[in-house]
């Protein structure tokens, strides 16, 4: 979520004149941190939370963990984030002050709250607060994060919680890697999310977590408008959210590409390399044979033979 | 119309009394079995949890029976429970099972209207009248009530009872009675038959057993089949259980969280450690965990399905207030995999550790 909001609390922040301290970006050290403090069944992105926390624990006066509950009226967020600042406290020993108070998105009133009670933590001038509040709103809104590449012959939609598909230690640069193999990339952020309605609409039942509905409405999207050649979905294992909207995405996608990488703390870089080259080499089959499904095998097979 | 509905502990009882009482045609699924497990995971995904896989094994061996419409509890919160009914009904599309999917949930988030024309699906069939029904449904949540009281009471009785053995054959035989009865009014008579005479058996207010609390995730608390019988192995131990959530809070929870009057004492004892909701029963859990705790039971085991969210957020707080108060809590997580020799002998060991603290026990070596 750092990767959506950050904005916001660092022009909020600095209006404040406090002192920011970034942790990292995500590194192994971070990583191993992570794993050594969370419990053992949460998922990746969990244990990466707990390691961020753990490296800056001792540098500083408040870290801010945010307790995102939702972010529109009637969605969810997942379970774990609901519980974040509870797991932290809990796991991580000699913590400085944090930040324990839930934010809904949705109402303006409890983000008010929200912003205004860290706000009091710092300075106590109110005018303050408010007039950093609405600036800080505003570099948030300016702030775009979406990536559609435009000048690649492939295109791949990324799709997955937006800290899987940002934080690129997690999914081992895969931006750059599929960039280095001359393939566009798009992200759910590109499209727009009024979009995502009339799909959502479609479905038996209205999923009520906002990731599900954000990648499952960017997959549709992708799938109707044809604007990408394949779909890479990037996942943690042992997420439940993921587990229900891929066999959403599954039952909709029919031939079209689809590749699901499941990481977790133990997943080698070589073998997503693999995969991801495989499922490239298979668009480019695919575009070449125009869509009739013969192996390229048996081309190569006389071709090499020209001498006799 | 043939109803069925997935297994939940011995729910298949009362609803079972309740159907034949309203002249409704139901299958009640064969009860789970490792058949109902295979065939359950062979068409689940993968990555889902337990309960979901077992659901899907009792839809697909009632289908098999001649089942056509499925009735199904649905909720709303951040966990994944509330995403069943979509997948289920996908797979089972997939399958070429076409089937109606009667989703229940609080008339709060679909709407009322929705909610007593789902209702209506469901009883239309029905030849009593209408005052009939609600009278037999308010009959038949009593015998629900009821017969957790009866289960209840042989569960704390247990670590006291001087004939070794005798609460559970009671529990036994009084579910096996109330499979026979035909009738609603019946059905009352012998759990109230049954609640006199377990007050009768005979116990030893001496005796010092070990109080274990079960706590976590509803369904494999309450589903015997998914957590290997837990109960029953601790009560041949001699303990006497708690289970901390059962289907009768479920149902004042659900009815009353409109007036937030639901839970107040689990709300209130876990004010100090998880202040918020977070979907599923995590919040429940830590709050039964710090109840056990002052009502001087010994310990308590954490049951939750591999990949349980909430319950992942409610280990890590579980942990600590073992650490803080000193009470030892064991998680035991399970899924399709789980082997019961191992999980017996965690158990056991448990049980031992328990029992050694007491301090009435002598250390041997």
Same mark, same amino acid.
């Given at each position: 979520?750092?990767?959506?909001?950050?904005?916001?609390?660092?022009?909020?922040?600095?209006?404040?004149?406090?002192?920011?301290?970034?942790?990292?970006?995500?590194?192994?050290?971070?990583?191993?941190?992570?794993?050594?403090?969370?419990?053992?069944?949460?998922?990746?992105?969990?244990?990466?939370?707990?390691?961020?926390?753990?490296?800056?624990?001792?540098?500083?006066?408040?870290?801010?963990?945010?307790?995102?509950?939702?972010?529109?009226?009637?969605?969810?967020?997942?379970?774990?984030?609901?519980?974040?600042?509870?797991?932290?406290?809990?796991?991580?020993?000699?913590?400085?002050?944090?930040?324990?108070?839930?934010?809904?998105?949705?109402?303006?009133?409890?983000?008010?709250?929200?912003?205004?009670?860290?706000?009091?933590?710092?300075?106590?001038?109110?005018?303050?607060?408010?007039?950093?509040?609405?600036?800080?709103?505003?570099?948030?809104?300016?702030?775009?994060?979406?990536?559609?590449?435009?000048?690649?012959?492939?295109?791949?939609?990324?799709?997955?919680?937006?800290?899987?598909?940002?934080?690129?230690?997690?999914?081992?640069?895969?931006?750059?890697?599929?960039?280095?193999?001359?393939?566009?990339?798009?992200?759910?952020?590109?499209?727009?999310?009024?979009?995502?309605?009339?799909?959502?609409?479609?479905?038996?039942?209205?999923?009520?977590?906002?990731?599900?509905?954000?990648?499952?409405?960017?997959?549709?999207?992708?799938?109707?408008?044809?604007?990408?050649?394949?779909?890479?979905?990037?996942?943690?294992?042992?997420?439940?959210?993921?587990?229900?909207?891929?066999?959403?995405?599954?039952?909709?996608?029919?031939?079209?590409?689809?590749?699901?990488?499941?990481?977790?703390?133990?997943?080698?870089?070589?073998?997503?390399?693999?995969?991801?080259?495989?499922?490239?080499?298979?668009?480019?089959?695919?575009?070449?044979?125009?869509?009739?499904?013969?192996?390229?095998?048996?081309?190569?097979?006389?071709?090499?033979?020209?001498?006799? | 119309?043939?109803?069925?509905?997935?297994?939940?502990?011995?729910?298949?009882?009362?609803?079972?009394?309740?159907?034949?009482?309203?002249?409704?045609?139901?299958?009640?699924?064969?009860?789970?079995?490792?058949?109902?497990?295979?065939?359950?995971?062979?068409?689940?995904?993968?990555?889902?949890?337990?309960?979901?896989?077992?659901?899907?094994?009792?839809?697909?061996?009632?289908?098999?029976?001649?089942?056509?419409?499925?009735?199904?509890?649905?909720?709303?919160?951040?966990?994944?429970?509330?995403?069943?009914?979509?997948?289920?009904?996908?797979?089972?599309?997939?399958?070429?099972?076409?089937?109606?999917?009667?989703?229940?949930?609080?008339?709060?988030?679909?709407?009322?209207?929705?909610?007593?024309?789902?209702?209506?699906?469901?009883?239309?069939?029905?030849?009593?009248?209408?005052?009939?029904?609600?009278?037999?449904?308010?009959?038949?949540?009593?015998?629900?009530?009821?017969?957790?009281?009866?289960?209840?009471?042989?569960?704390?009785?247990?670590?006291?009872?001087?004939?070794?053995?005798?609460?559970?054959?009671?529990?036994?035989?009084?579910?096996?009675?109330?499979?026979?009865?035909?009738? &609603?009014?019946?059905?009352?008579?012998?759990?109230?038959? $049954? *609640?006199? #005479? @377990? !007050?009768?058996?005979?116990?030893? %207010?001496?005796?010092?057993?070990?109080?274990?609390?079960?706590?976590?995730?509803?369904?494999?608390?309450?589903?015997?089949?998914?957590?290997?019988?837990?109960?029953?192995?601790?009560?041949?131990?001699?303990?006497?259980?708690?289970?901390?959530?059962?289907?009768?809070?479920?149902?004042?929870?659900?009815?009353?969280?409109?007036?937030?009057?639901?839970?107040?004492?689990?709300?209130?004892?876990?004010?100090?450690?998880?202040?918020?909701?977070?979907?599923?029963?995590?919040?429940?859990?830590?709050?039964?965990?710090?109840?056990?705790?002052?009502?001087?039971?010994?310990?308590?085991?954490?049951?939750?399905?591999?990949?349980?969210?909430?319950?992942?957020?409610?280990?890590?707080?579980?942990?600590?207030?073992?650490?803080?108060?000193?009470?030892?809590?064991?998680?035991? &997580?399970?899924?399709?995999?789980?082997?019961?020799?191992? $999980? *017996?002998? #965690? @158990? !056991?060991?448990?049980?031992?550790? %328990?029992?050694?603290?007491?301090?009435?026990?002598?250390?041997?070596?």
């Amino acid at each position: 979520m750092y990767y959506r909001y950050h904005p916001f609390l660092k022009a909020f922040l600095k209006e404040l004149d406090a002192k920011i301290i970034f942790s990292e970006k995500t590194n192994k050290r971070i990583l191993d941190l992570g794993v050594k403090y969370c419990v053992d069944e949460a998922c990746l992105p969990i244990k990466i939370f707990h390691g961020h926390v753990a490296s800056i624990k001792n540098q500083c006066d408040l870290i801010i963990v945010p307790r995102i509950i939702k972010e529109k009226g009637g969605e969810f967020i997942c379970p774990k984030f609901c519980g974040l600042p509870e797991m932290i406290i809990n796991s991580i020993p000699h913590l400085p002050a944090i930040t324990r108070k839930p934010i809904s998105m949705d109402q303006k009133k409890s983000l008010d709250r929200w912003v205004i009670g860290l706000g009091k933590s710092i300075t106590n001038n109110k005018e303050k607060i408010m007039k950093a509040y609405s600036k800080a709103i505003r570099v948030q809104e300016s702030y775009n994060i979406s990536i559609n590449d435009k000048n690649y012959s492939f295109k791949i939609a990324l799709a997955g919680h937006p800290y899987c598909v940002h934080d690129s230690f997690f999914n081992m640069n895969i931006i750059k890697k599929l960039n280095n193999m001359g393939v566009g990339v798009v992200t759910e952020e590109a499209v727009k999310k009024d979009s995502f309605e009339n799909e959502i609409n479609n479905l038996y039942k209205k999923p009520f977590w906002e990731f599900t509905r954000n990648s499952y409405g960017f997959c549709m999207n992708i799938l109707k408008t044809h604007n990408a050649n394949g779909i890479i979905y990037i996942s943690s294992f042992g997420c439940g959210i993921d587990s229900v909207s891929i066999e959403l995405i599954k039952n909709q996608v029919g031939d079209f590409p689809f590749l699901i990488l499941k990481i977790d703390e133990h997943t080698g870089e070589a073998g997503v390399d693999t995969r991801i080259e495989a499922f490239i080499n298979m668009l480019e089959e695919r575009r070449d044979l125009l869509g009739n499904h013969i192996s390229p095998f048996r081309e190569h097979l006389y071709t090499h033979q020209d001498f006799i | 119309m043939v109803i069925t509905f997935p297994h939940f502990g011995s729910t298949y009882i009362p609803i079972k009394i309740l159907f034949d009482e309203l002249g409704i045609e139901y299958i009640v699924p064969p009860l789970n079995s490792n058949d109902t497990l295979e065939i359950g995971t062979l068409y689940s995904p993968e990555e889902m949890c337990l309960p979901f896989k077992i659901m899907m094994g009792n839809y697909i061996q009632s289908i098999e029976e001649g089942a056509d419409t499925i009735v199904l509890v649905g909720s709303n919160g951040p966990c994944r429970f509330g995403e069943y009914c979509e997948l289920q009904k996908n797979i089972l599309d997939n399958l070429g099972y076409h089937l109606d999917f009667i989703v229940l949930e609080s008339p709060q988030v679909i709407g009322k209207e929705e909610f007593k024309s789902k209702v209506y699906k469901i009883v239309r069939h029905s030849s009593r009248s209408s005052t009939d029904r609600w009278r037999i449904l308010g009959k038949s949540i009593t015998v629900v009530r009821l017969m957790e009281q009866v289960e209840n009471k042989v569960l704390l009785r247990n670590g006291y009872e001087v004939n070794k053995g005798e609460h559970k054959r009671i529990l036994y035989q009084c579910k096996n009675e109330l499979l026979k009865t035909g009738s &609603i009014d019946k059905a009352l008579s012998v759990l109230k038959y $049954y *609640n006199k #005479r @377990i !007050e009768k058996t005979p116990v030893d %207010l001496k005796k010092n057993p070990v109080k274990i609390a079960l706590l976590g995730e509803i369904y494999t608390i309450i589903e015997p089949f998914s957590n290997f019988n837990i109960v029953d192995k601790l009560m041949d131990f001699g303990a006497s259980v708690k289970k901390g959530l059962s289907v009768t809070w479920w149902l004042t929870d659900a009815f009353l969280r409109p007036l937030k009057l639901n839970s107040i004492n689990i709300r209130k004892a876990s004010m100090a450690y998880m202040p918020y909701y977070i979907g599923g029963h995590g919040r429940e859990c830590v709050g039964e965990a710090l109840l056990a705790n002052k009502e001087k039971f010994d310990g308590a085991i954490q049951l939750f399905p591999m990949g349980c969210m909430p319950e992942i957020v409610a280990k890590v707080i579980l942990q600590k207030i073992s650490k803080d108060r000193d009470f030892p809590i064991m998680t035991l &997580i399970l899924d399709e995999m789980t082997g019961e020799a191992g $999980y *017996n002998t #965690r @158990i !056991e060991a448990f049980f031992d550790l %328990l029992e050694r603290r007491q301090e009435n026990v002598l250390f041997r070596c």
